[in-house]
């Protein structure tokens, strides 16, 4: 099969020839596919019913020429003579691809995994994942579908009692600190938009077959050639559902409600977890620990820290949540062409003077700023979307980086401590409730007193506050800095009435659990995994760690 990049088709023919509706949701029907097929034929100077198995991989929109806009495609297909075609066409973005799904895959690897025998797993004991997030939903597949008949602890509730909770908080500001949108099934992504899109290389084909499982599991099926994939909060919930049933079909078990308290070891090798669970310690033999905690379980950290497991600080990014309306982002972006095309996103980067870098985060375009909290007397903010994205505002977070000299040198627990700081200053801003402040204020260094033209989209409660406050000096000077940079490219970015939101502290991780070659702690049989032990940021690089993690057991 031969996979070539750079099919580009103007959006004035797309929205000409393809039905206005699956225009509107980002969706490739039989009319778009055509005048693909059509434009890759014409570049290959070949004829259009030589293509067999014609696909869609990827698709991206070239927006920098309002009066050209185009999506640009990634395709593959079989043709009579694929070397032939090849040499006369070039190697430039076309080579040779080797199938689909996981066909990007190493072949060795591939031969390694798919001989992995069942009964060499079944020789040790129950494999126990910590935490039921991305890393860990995906490590518990992977390890299930191989047999091996994983357990899953997981100190939140299933996703339908999860949500009834998240929303009793929203509304009354009761917090549950073991189920939110932090801690539950489905990790922190169910309550985030479920953004697929990460900047993680993918030579594996890891990537690929998250994809491929989310729509095996419900998934809208264009997650699959998206450039920035989205499943919508709305819909990711039955999704992680339907993964987890199959599991337990399979022979794994989950336990909700269940915390891990700690690991107990004999000569730096794993032999018991103790769990609480109903009230009551439990303690289970084991040899096999996931941890996939996510980036909140800061007990647990701190458990493993004081116990021995070797750690270190990392660098992260704090910041604010920022609220525009989602029209005035549509027009910047897609000119006149915008109420026709998806929902529009963006993102932005930008270094300060001080070489500080300030960069949007997690953008929710027609979504809502939540209130994230998962630690009673502390507040953070966050962003979701729905699958259909038509909520009034756009919000995105800004934030800046900072580095374990920000936060107190070398100690690997010091950025938590940044974090709690930062979160106590915004619940005392807001009484508990969300503080928000208009941007024009915040750059005075005032309290707001009242809202401009755009009225927040926020699930939780909020008062008018000084965010300034809520955040370090340095950080509020870059985020300044950097709207006068992201308002040169997006008109009105820097308006005065702008809605931001603090504190957004939860970008990833500030510890990294250290990890050898074989994707062992110092302890042996524990395997840090995912976002919460630094070595991933966001649902699709997390689902990949796990897939990572899950197939060295498996080997």
Known sequence: MIKISQIKVSLDKICQKAPAELVKKGIIGEEEKQ?????????????????????????????????????????????????????RYGKNDAVIWKGFGNGAAKESEKEAVNAASVPDIGQRKRPVIVGMGPAGLFAALELAEHGAAPLVLERGCEVEKRRKKVSRFWDTGELDENCNVQFGEGGAGT???????????????????????????????????????HIGTDLLGQVVRNIREHIRELGGEVLFETQFLRAIWQEDTLEEIVYLRNGREEHLECDTLILA?????????????????????????????????????????????????????????????????????????????????????????????NHARDGRNANSAIVVTVDPSDFGGRDPLAGIAFQRKWEEAAYKAGQGKIPVQLFGDFCAGRKSTGLGQVIPSIKGQYALANVREVIPGFVGDAIEEGFGAFDRRIHGFAREDAV????????????????????????????????????????????????????????
Request: hydrophobic share 35%; aromatic share 8%.
């Open 293 to 385: 905690t996510g980036h909140s379980a800061r007990d647990t950290v701190k458990t493993l820290y004081d116990s021995g497991i070797l750690m270190e600080a990392k660098p992260f990014a704090v910041g604010v949540r920022v609220e525009h309306p989602q029209e005035m982002i549509g027009r910047n972006q897609y000119g006149d062409l915008y109420e026709k095309l998806p929902t529009a996103d963006y993102k932005l980067t930008y270094n300060t003077g001080e070489k500080r870098g300030v960069y949007s985060f997690c953008m929710c375009p027609g979504g809502y700023i939540v209130n994230a909290s998962s630690e009673k007397g502390r507040l953070a903010v966050n962003g979701m979307s």
């Open 191 to 229: 309550f985030s938009d479920g953004k697929l899109n990460t900047l993680v290389k993918d030579p594996t084909g890891r990537g690929r077959r998250v994809m491929e499982t989310f729509v095996r599991f419900g998934a809208p099926e264009e997650i699959l050639y998206l450039q920035k994939p």
């Open 35 to 87: 005048l693909v097929r059509r434009a890759a034929a014409k570049q290959l100077h070949i004829r259009e019913e030589e293509m067999k198995e014609f696909q869609i991989l990827r698709r991206s929109m070239d927006a920098r020429k309002k009066h050209q806009m185009q999506y640009i495609y990634q395709v593959v297909f079989q043709i009579p003579h694929e070397e032939k075609v090849l040499r």
């Open 500 to 555: 931001l939101a603090g504190i957004e502290s939860r970008t990833s991780s500030p510890v990294r659990i250290c990890r050898d070659e074989s994707l062992q702690a110092n302890i042996r049989g524990i395997y840090p995994c995912g976002e919460g032990a630094g070595y991933a940021g966001g649902i699709t690089s997390a689902a990949m760690d796990g897939i990572r993690v899950a197939e060295s057991l498996i080997k």
